[in-house]
């Protein structure tokens, strides 16, 4: 038991009491009651069931930091946090109290100002664990405003990170390569990778206006990298897309796919004898999952930080479910997708 929860008992069992010295003093003094058990007992009890009242709406809200963050809907939240409070009360206080006080053999005709000392009580108590609701949700807003703008920092990194990717001297000049072998021996062609070429740099430098994009135009943007490079390595290279159409219409952070489908292609050999499969479905839990067969490249020039940095991305989206790792012989990227 940690040191916040035991000092929260004590000073709880302490307004317990005050709370009894206050209602014993607007009881009349000719009222006479009989405890059908002992005063410890009852004592014990009526601590309890304040404390579980407290920490069974400390719990409640914890709860709801997972289920229903106050960032996301906190009009939904405040609603859902008014209701569990009020109904655990009644649960942990109202219940119990009411029906001892029946078992008691008492009837309905009570003091007022007894009755009112303790709903009064009641209350306080509510207002009191309403200020450590309170202090949580402005905890949680500001950490999470701080979130939003470390996650606003870190999308300018990748995606200036990404954009240097793509203009680095080996994809430039692979692309320019391909361009002028094609202008001589196929024009058609060579005017079809002219527009896919930009069509990838211009989404490239659009994606840094959005934090989220649909998955359909994610896939439109990669079926043009991925022809950029089927150009250049023809055959070798085998692609593979089957996407509900629900999934479809869900989001995830710009540049995902293309990050990789570009390791894929820089970390595994690709040929006639050796075809690169990849594979991009979704597996109907509001999950994308995006495989290749390996066929290592020993001693390749990398940083390996793009998985790292797109786990990051998610995290900061509050996402879980993005991992990553070698199984039977493929690697296996599973992406969890963001509703509209």
């Excluded at 990170?161 to 024009?187: A, G, W, Y």
């Excluded at 089927?230 to 629900?246: H, M, P, Q």
Aim: net charge positive.
């Amino acid at each position: 038991m940690s040191k916040n929860i035991v000092i929260r008992i004590v000073l709880v069992s302490l307004y317990a009491i005050l709370v009894m010295k206050l209602v014993s003093l607007g009881i009349p003094e000719n009222a006479e009651f009989q405890l059908q058990i002992p005063k410890g007992l009852f004592l014990f009890f009526y601590l309890l069931f304040f404390n579980l009242n407290v920490e069974g709406s400390l719990f409640f809200d914890r709860y709801l930091n997972k289920k229903y963050p106050w960032y996301s809907n906190p009009q939904k939240r405040l609603f859902i946090q008014i209701g569990v409070i009020i109904l655990w009360t009644f649960i942990s206080i109202g219940i119990p109290f009411t029906a001892w006080y029946f078992i008691n053999g008492q009837s309905l005709i009570y003091p007022k100002a007894p009755v009112i000392i303790f709903i009064c009580s009641v209350v306080f108590l509510i207002g009191f664990i309403s200020i450590s609701i309170a202090i949580n949700f402005f905890k949680q807003w500001k950490d999470s405003l701080l979130n939003a703008e470390h996650y606003k920092k870190e999308k300018l990194k990748a995606d200036y990170r990404v954009l240097q990717n793509q203009v680095n001297p080996h994809f430039l000049f692979n692309s320019l390569n391909v361009l002028i072998s094609e202008i001589k021996h196929n024009p058609k062609t060579a005017e079809h990778f002219t527009r896919k070429l930009s069509k990838v740099y211009r989404y490239v430098l659009q994606s840094k206006n959005h934090d989220l994009i649909s998955l359909k135009k994610e896939l439109d943007f990669i079926d043009s990298f991925i022809f950029l490079h089927k150009v250049r390595i023809g055959d070798a290279l085998e692609y593979v897309v089957n996407i509900s159409d629900e999934a479809l219409q869900m989001q995830i952070p710009p540049l995902t796919l293309q990050i990789l489908i570009e390791n894929a292609i820089k970390h595994n050999v690709a040929n006639e004898e050796n075809v690169l499969k990849i594979s991009i479905k979704s597996d109907g839990n509001d999950m994308l999952i995006v495989s290749n067969n390996l066929q290592i490249i020993d001693n390749v020039d990398s940083t390996y930080t793009g998985l790292s940095n797109l786990s990051k991305r998610f995290e900061l989206l509050k996402k879980e479910g993005f991992t990553y790792g070698e199984k039977e012989e493929k690697f296996i990227v599973t992406i969890p997708l963001i509703s509209a």
